[in-house]
């Protein structure tokens, strides 16, 4: 029996998911039903250890956890660094930057991309860093946004710091900042 009939029995949760998907439009191809009996994977996300065992490998992977470490914007302006082992795995270790400039110095960016490279040589030889920053307001890239990609991607460059990811969180989006232009 694939269902209830006619309401005399009550439906399993699987079926009442199915069935709000159906009625949503969501579903175009409905799956076969579950059989009776049957459970339904455990979908909890993984915790903070199990997560830093998981490789970021792609664009998605580091926006979805930078997205669930830093979240939108709340602050007026400051630089989160996050390191990366050499297999990409998140190392226990997310630093905010505040009181930063709406212009970066270049004695600033030169000190961060120093202690970075010195974490990545002695903690993560091979690893890269993510950066994001961070800054209230609507997501459309400001002029100040362009300089301080800018900034952090040549002193990478300068201190030989792979960047694994740049990323813009404002009050409305992230989005990544590496390999294009923001505006």
Known sequence: MSGPAHGSEKAGPAEVVHKLACSAGRVDNPPAPIASGATLPDMHPPNASQAMEIPLRTGAELLERVSSLVGRAITARQV????????????????????????????????????????????????????????????????????????????????????????????????????????
């Open 80 to 183: 989160w660094v996050m390191f990366l082992d050499r297999q990409r795995r998140q190392m226990p270790v997310l630093i905010p930057i505040g009181d930063t400039p709406p212009r970066p110095r270049a004695d600033m960016i030169g000190g961060l991309m120093n202690m970075i490279s010195r974490v990545l040589d002695q903690q993560a030889p091979g690893g890269s860093a993510v950066l994001a920053l961070e800054r209230w307001g609507p997501s459309r890239a400001t002029r100040s946004d362009q300089v301080w990609t800018d900034a952090l991607i040549d002193g990478a460059e300068r201190a030989g710091v792979e960047l694994a990811g740049l990323f813009l969180v404002t009050s409305d989006d992230i989005r990544s900042a590496l390999g294009s232009e923001l505006s």
